[in-house]
Nanobody, 125 residues
């Protein structure tokens, strides 16, 4: 299982970024995908989730209405569109995968065994 994130960078507050998570080495549409983030000195937290079919999504309260998760199973890729970015969104963003598990603890990092290496997102004020 390999997950590779891309699309991070430096953006001003109010700006947008789109993160991508490219997957390989497993049957992509058997797996749920989550996005997580970790800011310096803080625990890794769940940001968003999408089910294997894309039919179910979930968001942390802190990003609802600003972030949108989607997936293209033909391209083995999940996206996280981030709009209206705030300085508090600054973190390393990770995608993670787990075998389809329904709507059980979808933003719990301990439920995801496979992780990418992360991509840095920095939002300046």
């Amino acid at each position: 299982v390999q997950l590779v994130e891309s699309g991070g960078g430096l953006v001003q507050a109010g700006g947008s970024l789109r993160l991508s998570c490219a997957a390989s080495g497993f049957t992509f549409d058997d797996y749920d995908i989550g996005w997580f983030r970790q800011a310096p000195g803080k625990e890794r937290e769940g940001v968003s989730y999408i089910s294997r079919s894309g039919g179910s999504t979930n968001y942390a309260d802190s990003v609802k209405g600003r972030f949108t998760i989607s997936r293209d199973n033909a391209k083995n890729t999940v996206y996280l569109q981030m709009n209206s970015l705030k300085p508090e969104d600054t973190a390393v963003y990770y995608c993670a995968a787990r075998v389809y598990s329904g709507s059980f603890l979808v933003l719990d990092k301990y439920k995801y065994p496979y992780w990418g290496q992360g991509t840095q997102v920095t939002v300046s004020s």
